[in-house]
């Protein structure tokens, strides 16, 4: 058996292909879980409601949307083929896709919905190799714009956490609620100060337990519920019925999966600076096809397009283990999740401040990547400093001013709304607009 040194060398050396032993693998596949839970979970529940869908059809759609997460996790992280970038990325539910399926849904019903999935899903697998070129065009100065953008569109997210999960309830930004989520943080933060070794590095599930401890303490929690809920609960194929294939529902949803590609081209990014392995065209192009595969399987088992989490992103900055097979065992977690609904009820009593508390951290370390990538970037002599400041204004405008785009078509808005899309193509255009000043510089330079 390896020695504590020789193990944490072979870390160091590749942490991405790094074997954990069995608890080390569950503990921190379950942190991984626990961090991207709710965010994928609202997926179906936001799209049963609006849907009209029975209390019953939305909990199957809550069981397959986790089962068809951890197949998909398993499948980009482990790798079959040419399929999967094998690097340390967890699949969740779009909510990019989210609108545009509900405006099938209604209007062409639920089988021609799951059939737009399916061709969108088939859709992605294919144009994924064109796709995967445009790495090209990302050089360091959009990289780090791109991923500092993609920490900073997360925070709303942890603000509405931190204030209780729904702004419309009279109890929102509540001090219980606050208080709550900062004194995770602060858990969090303790953890990571007076910790060693792997304590440290479970810091944020640590957080997440002390928090919902001390929420159940003081009556902001409770697991009655879990007792109600059943043992067992099998993903039915085809739930709704045989797919139908429309040809404009399966058009929009697939440009819907153009934005999801770029935001998995910046989460493979973000994630190939953190673990230390560059992000390549072909590994781009395999992560591409593990979605649209992942997708398709969402179409048959009744679930959702998929894409890599950026909720997790930060996770393995703060944990310091980035090794795929974690993440592997948390999609193996997520699969389990999805067939045991009464074990997902537990997780699921976990208050959204304490979330919000544990997400401020992480969305925190996100941004910190991108920014310690900008930190690599020449400025002086070139426009690079002009190309992150638009591209970063620009990227979270739909974070400042969410309705900025009401106005705009829907099909717009797909992009108008996503500001790590946003982000992505400012810095892009901008990046070759200046591209012969900087080439002239070069070379001046030379």
Known sequence: MASYDERTLTSIADPINQIESAPRLLLFGLQHVLVMYAGTVAVPLILGSALHMTPGQVIALISADLFTSGLATMLQTLGWWKFGARLPLIQGSSFICVPPMILIGSNYGIPTMYGAVICCGIFTMLIAPVFSRMLRFFPPVVIGSVITVIGLSLMPVAGEWMGGGDASAADFGSFRNLALGFATVVLIVLVQRFGRGMIANLSVLLGLIAGTGVAAVVGMTSFTHVGA???????????????????????????????????????????????????TAATLTAAFRADGLSTVLGGIFNSFPYNAFS????????????????????????VVLGLLPKIAAVIAAIPRPVLGGAAIVMFGMTTMAGIEELTRVRYRGTNNALIVAVSLSVGTLPVASPKLFAHAPDAAKLFLNSGIFLAAATAVLLNIFFSSQKKAVEDVDG
């Open 229 to 279: 809920t059943p043992w067992v609960a099998f993903a039915h194929p085809l739930m709704f019925g045989m797919p139908r294939f429309a040809l404009l529902p399966a058009l929009v949803l697939s440009v819907s999966m153009l934005v999801v590609m770029t935001e998995t081209t910046g989460n493979c990014l973000a994630i190939g600076e953190i673990a230390g392995r560059p992000t």
């Open 311 to 334: 909720q997790n992103t930060g996770l393995l900055s703060l944990s310091k283990v980035k090794s795929r097979y974690v993440v592997a065992a948390a999609g193996g977690l997520l």
